[in-house]
């Protein structure tokens, strides 16, 4: 009894001081969970705000060191005051000068330059489309990795000279072809169809003027080849010129994917991914097929053409383009060299392996161990690399009942060296018969 009465009398007292204990721990508790939440969320907030800024800094690095390189790839406007200083002071002339620094009706746009002394822009020439290309500076030479021989100064639009007659010109023209395409008895008709052309106002005779353009003009490869495959349907049409810029026709798809990306995205796409995407993006079987076709058909006309060989030193998708027809177009002809040129200017390249002996990224030649040269013979035709790059373009989403015959051709193309016994022969049979498979297969579709 005492006991119990002893229990009663403390349980008020002991239940009090229980709860305000247990008031207490929670209270704690609480204070321990505020505190944590709230170093939680600074931490975490000290996270995010650290990786924002980082993100920031290298977005802003990338933007920086992108917008330098555009700046320095993206030369428009000297391009431009070089060529209207000479315009305005009477020393180049040309069926584009006026536009461009008079009225300026022909004006440049988005901006294609992958080299600061190779400018090419977009533009646009009294409404119509074109693609603008300027030469910052002149090449005495083909440029390979690395200089044949040290660069020498050279004052532009320097040839010819004031009292030089068209008959003089016409020797000057002559003399740069036959070091160029090498001694053909046809090149008097070329130098009359350059005259022709440099004749920019058509009035029948050739100012010193544009003599001047011509001839800087006629240094440049891809101005060279229009003139020559200027009635070639794969070729770009010569819109205009003004010194050595020149204006030729615009192609709607610039890559053969027919995909093109801002430079700022291609940034971050990794190559692989790149290439599946590509791959994606194709036009249909069989108008790949018809743009295959007119590669071919261009492979055809620069190989052994009615002014000699040319040797194409970069076969890249994005050097090819198609129009809304899907009829092929080249859209870069910079690395399409004369063969005699090319070989006459590597032939005695010093070199440690065949690796020393490359032009472009596709004409490769082989090194002379015993003398440490270069020899002059390219390794692989034209019609080696093009069915080299067509070989993933072509198989994917080929027809079931011609895909092995295709692969089979196109591996027998791949094959093909300069050096093979019978070469020519070989050459034009293996592209004769890719071009007829080809057709076979698409000449009932409306792409045909």
């Known amino acids: 009894m005492r006991t119990s009465n002893y229990y009663m009398s403390d349980s008020p007292d002991s239940t009090a001081s229980f709860l305000r204990m247990k008031q207490l721990k929670y209270r704690e508790d609480k204070q321990i969970v505020r505190g944590c939440i709230i170093a939680r969320f600074s931490y975490v907030r000290m996270k995010y705000l650290f990786f924002s800024w980082l993100a920031v800094f290298v977005g802003s690095w990338i933007i920086y060191v992108q917008y330098s390189t555009y700046t320095e790839l993206c030369r428009g406007k000297d391009c431009k005051k070089i060529i209207c200083d000479k315009y305005k002071t009477g020393v180049i002339d040309g069926p584009a000068c006026n536009s461009l620094c008079v009225t300026e009706t022909l004006y440049f746009g988005k901006c294609l330059s992958t080299k600061p002394n190779n400018q090419m822009y977009l533009g646009i020439w009294d409404n119509l489309p074109g693609v603008v290309k300027c030469q910052m500076e002149q090449a005495l030479h083909l440029d390979f990795g690395t200089e044949l021989e040290p660069r020498k100064e050279i004052v532009l639009f320097d040839k010819p000279t004031r009292g030089t007659t068209v008959q003089k010109f016409k020797e000057m023209v002559y003399s740069l072809f036959k070091a160029k395409l090498g001694d053909q008895g046809n090149l008097s008709e070329l130098v009359n169809l350059i005259l022709t052309v440099a004749d920019g106002d058509k009035d029948g005779q050739v100012s010193l003027g544009e003599a001047k353009s011509a001839w800087a003009l006629l240094q440049l490869n891809e101005f060279l080849l229009m003139v020559i495959l200027q009635d070639k349907e794969h070729t770009p049409k010569l819109m205009g010129f003004c010194g050595d810029l020149y204006v030729m026709e615009s192609v709607e798809y610039t890559s053969l994917y027919g995909i093109s990306l801002p430079w700022v995205i291609e940034l971050f796409i990794p190559s692989g991914f790149r290439r599946s995407m590509d791959q994606l993006f194709t036009p249909s079987w069989p108008r790949k097929a018809k743009i295959a076709i007119g590669l071919l058909e261009f492979v055809e006309d620069v190989f052994h053409g009615p002014y000699g060989n040319f040797l194409m030193c970069d076969t890249s998708a994005k050097n090819l383009g198609y129009n809304d027809k899907y009829d092929l177009k080249m859209v870069d002809m910079r690395k399409i060299v004369p063969e005699t040129n090319l070989k006459e200017l590597i032939k ?22 015993s003398t440490m040269k270069c020899t002059s013979e390219v390794i692989q035709p034209n019609l080696a690399k093009a069915c080299q790059l067509l070989k993933d373009y072509l198989l994917r989403g080929a027809p079931s009942e011609i895909r092995e015959e295709l692969e089979k051709q196109l591996y027998s193309c791949i094959a093909l060296k300069v050096t093979a016994n019978q070469m020519e022969m070989e050459h034009s049979l293996i592209l004769n018969n890719l071009k007829t498979l080809l057709w076979k297969k698409i000449s009932y579709t409306n792409d045909s």
């Open 348 to 369: 005695d390249r010093h070199c440690e392996s065949d690796l020393d002996c490359v032009y472009g990224t596709d004409c490769r030649t082989s090194c002379d161990q």
